[in-house]
C-alpha cells in the first residue's frame, strides 16, 4: 500500500491550496484517514482526520480553515486550506488508518505518505 499526495507549494499569506493524497495497492478498507504536519522545529501534529463514515476532527489551530473530505470509492482524501499563514508552514503527511489488505487477515495497518511541503510566505 501506497500513500501519494500532492498539491503542496508556496503559497502567500491569506491565500488556499488544496492537498491531495490517494491510497493506492491491495486494499480492502480503510478506516481513517488524514493530516498530519511538522513545522520546521516542531514535532509532527495532527491537522485533520476522517473516518469511513466521513466523521472530521480538526486540530484547534486549523478549525474554521481547513476543511477535510474523503472518496472512500477512490481511497483518496483532500485537505482544502483556507486563510493560510506563515504558521502553516510545514511539511504535510498523509495518513491512513487501519488499512484491512484482506478481510481474512484479521488486522489492519497503518500507512504514511512521503510528505509534501507547504510554504506560506510573502
Known amino acids: 500500500v501506497q500513500l501519494q499526495a500532492s498539491g503542496g507549494g508556496l503559497v502567500q499569506p491569506g491565500g488556499s491550496l488544496r492537498l491531495s493524497c490517494k491510497a493506492s495497492?491491495?486494499?480492502?478498507?480503510?478506516?481513517?484517514m488524514g493530516w498530519y504536519r511538522q513545522g520546521p522545529g516542531l514535532q509532527r501534529e495532527m491537522v485533520a482526520v476522517?473516518?469511513?463514515?466521513?466523521?472530521?476532527t480538526y486540530g484547534d489551530s486549523v478549525k474554521g480553515r481547513f476543511a477535510i473530505s474523503r472518496d472512500n470509492a477512490e481511497n483518496t482524501v483532500s485537505l482544502q486550506m483556507n486563510n493560510l499563514s506563515a504558521e502553516d508552514t510545514g511539511v504535510y503527511y498523509c495518513?491512513?488508518?487501519?488499512?484491512?489488505?484482506?478481510?481474512?487477515?484479521?488486522?489492519?495497518?497503518?500507512?504514511w505518505g512521503k510528505g509534501t511541503q507547504v510554504t506560506v510566505s510573502s
Open positions: 476522517i473516518s469511513s463514515g466521513g466523521f472530521a
Open positions: 495518513n491512513a488508518r487501519h488499512v484491512v489488505r484482506d478481510p481474512k487477515d484479521g488486522y489492519g495497518m497503518e500507512y
Open positions: 495497492g491491495s486494499i480492502y478498507s480503510i478506516s481513517g
